[in-house]
């Protein structure tokens, strides 16, 4: 079964600073997806970024970027120039691409703090 | 506005009470999906339906039934609610099952708060 670990319970930034959230993942397939997710206050989740495995460049969207070590299992988000709405649970996750483990595994989540 | 719609968004009940927390989505998708949100724990999988018509097991089953009404709805049922199901509940969404593809990411409501005395 595949497991993904966020070793980071809570981590706090200054308002425009740069931060880096960690996430580990193990599985015996060579097809997934990486997910990280945002849950802010209001409880919605809301897709940040996701990388394919097979895709060797990382993946970015305006402020946030991934660091995607395919053969250390690893899968980092970093935020940029962060802002106080940036504050939220983060979650990463992990789906197989084909099979019948195709589930969504989270992470136990990253609560994030933007300080002003 | 289009997407997964839950109800209630919030629900007190006792202890043996029975309830049934309510999922629909307006987006034409095929597979539904009910996970658990406990403090320090990330979503866990209860059930899913890959497609209408079908339901399966999850990561954490036990105590819980749900129904695949149609296309669009899809229920999640506590026959005899336990403290131990005190959570925040999330319906989710995806055109296929599983559906990692870049473009087609699982889509959640915004969760039932359901406390149990």
């Known amino acids: 079964a595949q497991t993904v670990t966020q070793s980071q319970p809570e981590m706090s930034v200054q308002e425009a600073e740069t931060v880096t959230l960690s996430c580990t993942y193990d599985?015996?397939?060579?097809?997934?997806?990486l997910f990280w997710y945002k849950q802010p206050p209001s409880r919605q989740m809301i897709l940040v970024i996701r990388q394919e495995a097979y895709k060797q460049q990382n993946a970015t969207e305006n402020r946030f970027s991934v660091n995607f070590q395919k053969a250390a299992k690893s899968f980092s988000l970093k935020i940029s120039d962060s802002q106080l709405g940036d504050t939220a649970m983060y979650f990463c996750a992990f789906i197989h691409s084909s099979g019948s483990a195709r589930q969504l595994t989270f992470g136990s989540g990253t609560q994030l703090t933007v300080l002003p | 506005n289009a997407g997964v719609t839950q109800t209630p968004k919030f629900q007190v009940l006792k202890t043996g009470q029975s309830m049934t927390l309510q999922c629909a989505q307006d987006?034409?998708?095929?597979?539904m999906y009910w996970y658990r949100q406990d403090p320090g724990m990330g979503l866990r999988l209860i059930y899913y339906s890959a497609s209408e018509g079908t339901t399966d097991k999850g990561e954490v089953p036990n105590g819980y039934n749900v129904s695949r009404l149609n296309k669009r709805e899809f229920s999640l049922r506590l026959e005899s609610a336990a403290p131990s199901q005190t959570s925040v509940y999330f319906c989710a969404s995806s055109p296929y099952f599983g559906t990692g593809d870049s473009n087609q990411p699982q889509h959640f409501g915004d969760g039932t708060r359901l406390s149990i005395l």
């Open positions: 599985t015996s397939e060579n097809n997934y997806y």
């Open positions: 987006m034409n998708h095929n597979s």
